[in-house]
């Protein structure tokens, strides 16, 4: 009842950005919490980013001051913004998503994923 769809991955030199966007469709009433999570091959997933309803937000140690998470309630779309990317940054990264459906049941979803490789 809830689906989620995100854009923005690709190849990108070190130093550079990428801004990463995931936007919830379906039978939403109301989100909750949003999230990016991040795998990188060999490693488990991670959390990178959140950001709840009242917009606070928390970031893991590695990204900090380099990524931004941000939201757009009236589009039910959650960003993260990547700046100064490393090497290391290279993962598969995933929107997480909570929402209240009219039927008042909660759904927490998953997106696809989109592959971001940050080379020279």
């Known amino acids: 009842q809830v689906q989620l769809v995100e854009s923005g991955g690709g190849l990108v030199q070190p130093g550079g950005s990428l801004r990463l966007s995931c936007t919830a469709s379906g039978s939403i009433f109301r989100i909750s919490d949003m999230g990016w999570y991040r795998q990188a091959p060999g490693k488990e997933r991670e959390l990178v980013a959140s950001i709840t309803s009242d917009v606070g937000t928390m970031y893991a140690d590695s990204v900090k001051g380099r990524f931004t998470i941000s939201r757009d309630n009236a589009k039910n779309t959650v960003y993260l913004q990547m700046n100064t990317l490393k090497p290391e940054d290279t993962a598969v990264y995933y929107c997480?998503?909570?929402?209240?459906?009219?039927?008042?049941?909660?759904?927490?979803?998953w997106g696809q994923g989109t592959l971001v490789t940050v080379s020279s």
């Open positions: 997480n998503v909570k929402a209240l459906v009219y039927t008042g049941r909660w759904f927490e979803v």
